[in-house]
Nanobody
Framework: QVQLVESGGGLVQAGGSLRLSCAAS????????MGWYRQAPGKQRELVAS???????NYADSLKGRFTISTDNAKNTVYLQMNSLKPEDTGVYYC?????????WGQGTQVTVSS
């Protein structure tokens, strides 16, 4: 079992920045991939960004250039740097990880962007 704990969410004004963190209970170098998803009220959960064990990244097209995913292997932590935030970025942000064929989710962290 792997625990993923997100932090860093909060209330921010439009145009501001936040950095989300996801701390894993297992060495993230053994993860096949990790990522961030978000879910806005009344909408389906959607991919924000992902990163593979080889360092390849993938972003939702609408977020390229504003969001950056990165890792700190020493801290077993995945980050999501979010810049130029917009009200439509509001939602619960979830971290996920694949260890082999086992898929894990964090509990989510709320991000609210005010206009």
């Amino acid at each position: 079992q792997v625990q993923l704990v997100e932090s860093g969410g909060g209330l921010v004004q439009a145009g501001g920045s936040l950095r989300l963190s996801c701390a894993a209970s297992r060495n993230i170098r053994s993860a096949v991939a990790m990522g961030w998803y978000r879910q806005a009220p009344g909408k389906q959960r959607e991919l924000v960004a992902s990163i593979t064990s080889g360092g390849n990244t993938n972003y939702a097209d609408s977020l390229k250039g504003r969001f950056t995913i990165s890792t700190d292997n020493a801290k077993n932590t995945v980050y999501l740097q979010m810049n130029s935030l917009k009200p439509e970025d509001t939602g619960v942000y979830y971290c996920d990880a694949w260890y082999g064929s086992d898929h894990y989710w964090g509990q989510g962290t709320q991000v609210t962007v005010s206009s």
